[in-house]
């Protein structure tokens, strides 16, 4: 086996490994979410006692299983785009599809799931600063808040559309333009008989600046939690978030520098898995911490409160 084709096979192995880790972690928060409001509604009446509490955690559940679900997109993904998944006798075949799926993965990924899964996790963040009338407590707060990350995800999806379709085209027009088009615009390029996935240098350039804002956003309303915070837990918590959105910058640079070396030589292939290290890593930490813990602590407040009640007053539950 050419070592090149043995090295992007490791890689491909390694990041399906990795997916799975997430989306085993997706799916028990996905689970846990669901079965415990589906638990509130049949129990209604046992949980009078730490009802605000218990509505504080468990307010933004349509949200957290939002986040779930568009981490489980991008990871699908993540794993389509793989040199290790495109080639012949494998998952794609075909050149024709292995370029329309590198574009589809662009517009999908890079246009939607990564922001959408990253405005997802900082809404979650600043729900803690809201009041009560127009925070998570707020019944109509799910529903502004996945509008609103759709709406602030229109932008990138057009962007990232634009690149992939229309860029090609206008570069094509002129011969010199032509040349610098597969650092610009290009969504894909052939080694060694096989379509690899690239990243245009448009929609790096793109991403830096949208983790640039969303660092800067995650940073403040993280200073005005700390400043309110007495609990070390709560404060560690914080200070990890900003660093998993902080770590998101080097993301942007290593996908940028990717176009550099050849597509599908060692190089870039390198640059393009610790780029996508960089992203898991973040949104590991943001999803253990504003989904995983969140749902295992209302879990634990309510089989507390279901067990004193069941204490003080036995009730069959058939």
Not at 59 to 66: D, E, F, K, Q
């Amino acid at each position: 086996m050419h070592p090149i084709t043995f090295f992007t096979n490791i890689i491909g192995v390694v990041t399906i490994v990795l997916i799975s880790i997430v989306f085993t972690l997706g799916l028990i928060c996905l689970c846990r979410s669901v079965n415990f409001q589906l638990l509130i509604k049949r129990r209604r009446g046992y949980y009078h006692t730490n009802q605000e509490q218990l509505s504080y955690f468990n307010g933004p559940w349509l949200t957290r299983i939002t986040l779930i679900l568009v981490a489980l997109w991008w990871g699908i993904g993540e794993v389509l785009r793989l040199t290790f998944v495109n080639g012949e006798g494998r998952l794609i075949s075909d050149q024709t599809w292995q370029a329309n799926v590198c574009k589809i993965y662009i517009i999908s990924n890079l246009g939607f799931a990564e922001p959408g899964l990253f405005l997802l996790l900082a809404f979650l963040l600043s729900a803690a600063l809201q009041n009560q009338e127009l925070g998570a407590l707020n019944r109509k707060w799910n529903q502004r808040t996945i509008r609103a990350v759709f709406m602030l995800c229109s932008p990138s999806l057009i962007w990232e559309s634009c690149v992939v379709f229309v860029g090609p085209h206008v570069a094509s027009s002129d011969g010199q333009r032509s040349k610098v088009a597969k650092y610009w615009y290009s969504a894909s390029a052939v080694h060694n008989g096989d379509v690899a996935c690239t990243y245009p240098l448009l929609s790096s350039i793109y991403l830096g600046a949208f983790y640039t804002v969303l660092t800067i956003y995650v940073i403040f309303v993280g200073g005005q939690i700390l400043s309110l915070a007495i609990n070390k837990g709560l404060r560690r918590r914080i200070y990890m978030l900003i660093f998993a959105t902080g770590i998101l910058l080097p993301r942007a640079m290593f996908l940028g520098f990717s176009v550099l070396p050849w597509p599908g030589e060692m190089v870039h292939e390198y640059l393009v898995f610790v780029s996508f290290l960089v992203l898991m890593l973040a949104a590991m930490l943001g999803i253990v911490i504003l989904v995983y813990f969140p749902v295992v602590e209302t879990v634990e407040i309510g089989d507390q409160e279901h067990v004193e009640l069941q204490t003080s007053h036995p009730i069959v539950d058939l």
